[in-house]
């Protein structure tokens, strides 16, 4: 027996595709369920939008909810909106009589006409669930909710038509049939947590392919609805290029010495560190010196603005479009929308660096309900970068803590190959600067802890701090009868 071959239609929402598996299957019988407010009207016009066509008509049903014309007033304000398809293209046809009568018979007879005399290849009834009520109200005489759903779904098979039925339930364990006659659900949700809203997308079921599981965030703007898939995940070591094939300098020749030769292209770097101790200078000179070596580059500030604080090279760098900057400060932001906006900025310049600026602040401007699994969340992330070719530079806050020595405040140094540290420490009352190189998987590293200062120039490192012991603790101390740093003995 042949095996039969199901057309996807792209459905016109970016991201959307991905998570369906490869797009919608043509003639399929599907469900857009949430509460009110989600977003299903919105998704539905902007799928119609991009799928109808004069070969391929749409019939959009309104029951009992908004006027057609109202509908349309709001739905002109959303860039996929095209006024010239109206009419032609597609078509909306106004079902509120037929189901105020609560007889199911005559609103399913009407369909059936508007079918006939269209011929459509797309049909939405927007709100099912105004069906479902209106049925309930009806006599029992009338046909049932079961036979009207069956028959709806005959028919539009039989006319080769892809149909989406929108409906306001609440919770996805509500008894339905539709459920059950669905070839696709795909349930909105939505939820606030203190002054963040957050949409997320679910599709529960899709015949005849494989779905990307789980919830996934979508965000509504003027453009419409964009859903953020998880990012693509890279394939296996085997099949990776060599490790060390290429090291990466970052712009400070002394710490390049420290870490073996320079940063592994391809790895994640964390630079940890308390305020002021010049995390944001170092990822600027990464930055710059891929710009010296013909690199493109891209940054993620979320602590301070991009043009601030880096130097002026990295100022004039991305002015002139060498680094490209995330804009960062969206509201209700997910990892998988980060994700999302870092590599199409990485694509769009073919950059080889990434600076993510700072894993505090990437974490503030999360909303809440991220921050749950932000150390999962970022480790997917983290993989995907390298994965995609950049080599990724992350900064984290620590609070100096002269009992301990930490490297994160998310226990996430396990996810990063590399870890340069830095640290105050006192020294005959004045306050100073020490870094070292903490790991280089699969690579050897120099173990000293040496003194730097910041200049405008940058950074500068300078020697070892020897003749002191206890430099973790913050107050280092000469041992017990030996010379001052730089004196000799007798």
Same mark, same amino acid.
């Given at each position: 027996?042949?095996?039969?071959?199901?057309?996807?239609?792209?459905?016109?929402?970016?991201?959307?595709?991905?998570?369906?598996?490869?797009?919608?299957? #043509?003639?399929?019988?599907?469900?857009?369920?949430?509460?009110?407010?989600?977003?299903?009207?919105?998704?539905?016009?902007?799928?119609?939008?991009?799928? @109808?066509?004069?070969?391929?008509?749409?019939?959009?049903?309104?029951?009992?909810?908004?006027?057609?014309?109202?509908?349309?007033?709001?739905?002109?304000? =959303?860039? =996929?909106?095209?006024?010239?398809?109206?009419?032609?293209?597609?078509?909306?046809?106004?079902? $509120?009589?037929?189901?105020?009568?609560?007889?199911?018979?005559?609103?399913?007879?009407?369909?059936?006409?508007?079918?006939?005399?269209?011929? !459509?290849?797309?049909?939405?009834?927007?709100?099912?669930?105004?069906?479902?009520?209106?049925?309930?109200?009806?006599?029992?005489?009338?046909?049932?909710?079961?036979?009207?759903?069956?028959?709806?779904?005959?028919?539009?098979?039989?006319?080769?038509?892809?149909?989406?039925?929108?409906?306001?339930?609440?919770?996805?364990?509500?008894?339905?049939?539709?459920?059950?006659?669905?070839?696709?659900?795909?349930?909105?949700?939505?939820?606030?947590?203190?002054?963040?809203?957050?949409?997320?997308?679910?599709?529960?079921?899709?015949?005849?392919?494989?779905?990307?599981?789980?919830?996934?965030?979508?965000?509504?703007?003027?453009?419409?609805?964009?859903?953020?898939? !998880?990012?693509?995940?890279?394939?296996?070591?085997?099949?990776?290029?060599?490790?060390? @094939?290429?090291?990466?300098?970052?712009?400070?020749?002394?710490?390049?010495?420290?870490?073996?030769?320079?940063?592994?292209?391809?790895?994640?770097?964390?630079? $940890?560190?308390?305020?002021?101790?010049?995390?944001?200078?170092?990822?600027?000179?990464?930055?710059?010196?891929?710009?010296?070596?013909?690199?493109?580059?891209?940054?993620?500030? =979320?602590?301070?603005? @991009?043009?601030?604080?880096?130097?002026?090279?990295?100022?004039?760098?991305?002015?002139?479009?060498?680094?490209?900057?995330?804009?960062?400060?969206?509201?209700?932001?997910?990892?998988?929308?980060?994700?999302?906006?870092?590599?199409?900025?990485?694509?769009?310049?073919?950059?080889?660096?990434?600076?993510?600026?700072?894993?505090?602040?990437? #974490?503030?401007?999360?909303?809440?309900?991220?921050?749950?699994?932000?150390? #999962?969340?970022?480790?997917?992330?983290?993989?995907?970068?390298?994965?995609?070719?950049?080599?990724?530079?992350?900064?984290?806050?620590? #609070?100096?803590?002269?009992?301990?020595?930490? =490297?994160?405040?998310?226990?996430?140094?396990?996810?990063?190959? @590399?870890?340069?540290?830095?640290?105050?420490?006192?020294?005959?009352?004045?306050?100073?600067?020490?870094?070292?190189?903490?790991?280089?998987?699969?690579?050897?590293?120099?173990?000293?802890?040496?003194?730097?200062?910041?200049?405008?120039?940058?950074?500068?490192?300078?020697?070892?701090?020897?003749?002191?012991?206890?430099?973790?603790?913050?107050? !280092?101390?000469?041992?017990?009868?030996?010379?001052?740093?730089?004196?000799?003995?007798?």
């Amino acid at each position: 027996m042949a095996k039969a071959t199901i057309h996807r239609l792209p459905t016109g929402v970016p991201g959307l595709d991905d998570v369906l598996g490869g797009g919608l299957p #043509e003639f399929s019988f599907n469900v857009l369920a949430g509460p009110p407010g989600c977003g299903k009207t919105t998704l539905a016009h902007q799928m119609m939008f991009a799928l @109808a066509t004069p070969e391929r008509p749409a019939l959009y049903f309104t029951v009992l909810g908004e006027p057609p014309l109202k509908m349309l007033r709001y739905q002109q304000q =959303f860039g =996929f909106f095209d006024s010239e398809k109206v009419g032609h293209s597609v078509h909306f046809i106004n079902l $509120a009589e037929e189901a105020g009568t609560g007889d199911l018979g005559k609103v399913l007879a009407r369909i059936v006409d508007e079918v006939h005399r269209h011929g !459509p290849g797309l049909v939405f009834v927007d709100s099912f669930r105004s069906v479902v009520l209106a049925g309930r109200d009806g006599d029992q005489t009338f046909l049932s909710l079961q036979q009207f759903i069956q028959r709806l779904g005959m028919l539009m098979t039989s006319w080769q038509a892809t149909t989406f039925l929108l409906g306001e339930y609440f919770h996805d364990n509500d008894p339905s049939p539709v459920f059950t006659v669905a070839d696709g659900l795909i349930w909105l949700r939505q939820s606030v947590q203190g002054n963040s809203m957050v949409r997320k997308m679910d599709v529960m079921k899709m015949r005849g392919q494989p779905t990307q599981p789980g919830l996934h965030t979508f965000r509504i703007s003027d453009a419409g609805i964009q859903v953020f898939a !998880p990012p693509p995940q890279p394939p296996t070591a085997s099949s990776m290029e060599e490790p060390f @094939a290429h090291r990466l300098g970052l712009g400070v020749p002394e710490l390049d010495a420290m870490l073996g030769g320079g940063l592994p292209a391809g790895y994640s770097l964390l630079v $940890a560190g308390p305020s002021g101790s010049g995390k944001s200078i170092l990822a600027g000179a990464f930055l710059a010196e891929g710009a010296r070596q013909g690199e493109t580059g891209v940054i993620a500030a =979320f602590e301070q603005r @991009a043009d601030r604080s880096r130097g002026r090279t990295v100022v004039e760098l991305i002015k002139s479009g060498r680094i490209g900057v995330v804009d960062t400060r969206a509201p209700g932001l997910s990892v998988d929308e980060m994700s999302m906006l870092l590599l199409t900025e990485i694509r769009r310049l073919k950059a080889t660096r990434l600076v993510i600026d700072s894993l505090s602040g990437f #974490e503030l401007a999360l909303a809440p309900t991220f921050r749950e699994d932000f150390r #999962e969340s970022l480790a997917r992330m983290v993989s995907a970068l390298c994965g995609a070719g950049v080599t990724v530079l992350m900064t984290s806050e620590l #609070e100096d803590r002269y009992t301990e020595l930490r =490297f994160s405040p998310y226990g996430t140094a396990f996810l990063t190959d @590399a870890i340069v540290v830095q640290r105050y420490i006192e020294v005959d009352s004045r306050l100073q600067r020490v870094m070292a190189v903490v790991k280089v998987r699969a690579s050897a590293h120099s173990d000293e802890m040496r003194q730097f200062s910041i200049d405008d120039h940058g950074i500068r490192i300078g020697e070892r701090l020897a003749g002191y012991e206890g430099l973790l603790g913050g107050s !280092p101390s000469r041992p017990s009868g030996s010379a001052p740093p730089g004196c000799d003995d007798g």
